[in-house]
């Protein structure tokens, strides 16, 4: 499809960032972990930075996912768009009040397992974080305008200036200060952003004039952000669900299944970056012009190119998760102990990476096409899942069996996702179903050769350093994968 073509040379560059992010973020969990281990000053700051992250989250995807598409159809968006940042300021600013006198409060809900010690230091932490809602909440509206001018990369930017900000505070703050500086990083880190998304908007941030309050389209936007609001905090509510069921696993438990997730993230981060920063707003310009018969081939092609990356991708993580935390993290104060239950954990979060990403496009696609309140029943069900899946999975296998708790909820999001948008999309006659077997053939035939070639790998250089493990391995499977994108991208036009 032509429109779709445009596309390719911002993914690259989005796809650069969102590597370069991720990269950053491995290297900072990395040096968190040579530096503290997992302990109690480590779950004391992951404690701390859940809320307002949390919040940083929520926001992103109400500004982001109902701006883009309003900005896209308003004849005049900019005076629209300066009313708007200002109320979202304000809002912002009186969330962040609220966490700050809060924070007792909201420690003591989410770390109920965990020892007085642990709590005292997350409530000091939680007060320098909660500020970070502050900044975060402008820099996400002029990032919704960015996008919404087509100005992909800038969308592309958050993790990478988060990222790197939090990485610096690791390298360069006094050892004798302990875990504080990572916590200020926070907010100092959304100051940068909102800088350099000011300095991408121009001239959108003179504030006159501005659209009257009774210009607002309030019907559209309550219709759009309030299903986003309660599906947003359907989804926080799972992650902090963790974060209280591992409070009673010991000291360190929160951080262990920390450092899992966020090494099983470091591929769906990537992608779902691309699918949030290119093709939803694709996909939104589609839907406002009511192509959807191109719409449905863009989802078909974006099923295909997800399976094709996330099933090896899974399969390598699975397969190489204990070289993988030794080679990132078993050093300094991450011992050996600590190693082995991250191990663990990471068995559940790396098979859940297909039907995490997957669940994140069906999620892009029913935000462009306005279908908020649908998604929001894919998230409940997506909660209720994990809500009676984790009490069951701890009580039977301890810690690690949270993860494999979040990998069956994921599988039943991205089930409930995928049969959504077909609904939510007319019966357009598109000739697909005649290349659905040959998808399939060529993307089970790289999966397989992904699990083989791995498993060869690590007996091959068993006597050699976990580095090399990894970096063979990688190679090899990045090799596979391209030829099987190429074969599927000549024989069934991906």
Request: hydrophobic share 60%.
């Amino acid at each position: 499809m032509k429109g779709l073509e445009s596309l390719w040379k911002p993914m690259l560059w989005v796809s650069l960032i969102g590597a370069a992010s991720k990269g950053m973020a491995a290297l900072g969990g990395i040096l968190l972990a040579y530096r503290f281990g997992a302990d109690q000053s480590t779950d004391a700051y992951l404690l701390a930075k859940s809320v307002p992250i949390g919040i940083y989250l929520i926001f992103d995807s109400v500004v982001y996912n109902t701006f883009v598409p309003l900005l896209r159809r308003w004849k005049k968006p900019d005076a629209l768009f300066r009313t708007l940042l200002l109320i979202f300021f304000f809002g912002a600013t009186l969330v962040a009040a609220t966490v700050y006198f809060g924070a007792a409060q909201l420690v003591a809900l989410l770390a109920r397992g965990a020892d007085n010690a642990t709590q005292a230091e997350a409530i000091q932490l939680q007060k320098i974080t909660a500020w970070a809602i502050v900044y975060a909440v402008p820099a996400l509206c002029l990032k919704a305008w960015n996008a919404a001018q087509s100005r992909y990369v800038a969308a592309a930017l958050d993790g990478f200036v988060l990222s790197g900000v939090l990485l610096l505070a690791l390298l360069l703050a006094p050892a004798e200060l302990g875990i504080a500086p990572v916590a200020v990083a926070l907010p100092a880190a959304f100051v940068v952003l909102l800088l350099i998304q000011s300095g991408l908007a121009g001239k959108v941030l003179r504030l006159t004039p501005r659209a009257p309050i009774t210009a607002l389209p309030g019907r559209y936007l309550g219709k759009l952000m309030a299903p986003l609001l309660l599906l947003n905090a359907a989804q926080q509510a799972q992650v902090l669900l963790v974060i209280v069921l591992a409070s009673f696993h010991g000291s360190g438990a929160v951080s262990q299944v920390n450092y899992s997730y966020a090494i099983a993230q470091i591929p769906v981060g990537i992608l779902d970056l691309i699918l949030f920063s290119t093709l939803f707003p694709f996909a939104a310009q589609l839907a406002a012009e009511q192509r959807l018969a191109d719409v449905l081939r863009t989802f078909h092609s974006a099923t295909r190119a997800v399976l094709l990356l996330t099933l090896p991708a899974a399969l390598w993580v699975v397969f190489m998760r204990s070289a993988l935390v030794d080679a990132l993290l078993t050093r300094g104060h991450f011992d050996a102990a600590d190693a082995q239950t991250t191990t663990a954990l990471l068995l559940g979060h790396g098979l859940a990476i297909p039907a995490w990403v997957l669940e994140a496009l069906g999620c892009r696609m029913l935000f462009a096409l306005g279908q908020h309140r649908r998604y929001l029943g894919v998230a409940t069900l997506r909660l209720v899942t994990f809500s009676i899946l984790a009490p069951l999975c701890l009580a039977w296998l301890g810690l690690p069996g949270i993860s494999l708790a979040f990998a069956g909820s994921c599988v039943v999001g991205a089930a409930a996702a995928i049969w959504t948008v077909r609904r939510a999309l007319p019966r357009t006659a598109i000739p697909w179903r005649s290349g659905l077997l040959r998808s399939g053939a060529i993307i089970a035939t790289v999966t397989a050769l992904t699990g083989a070639s791995t498993v060869l790998v690590r007996w091959g250089l068993g006597d050699y350093n976990a580095m090399y493990q990894i970096a063979g391995s990688a190679i090899l499977v990045a090799i596979i994968v391209f030829v099987g994108a190429r074969i599927l991208i000549a024989r069934d036009r991906l």
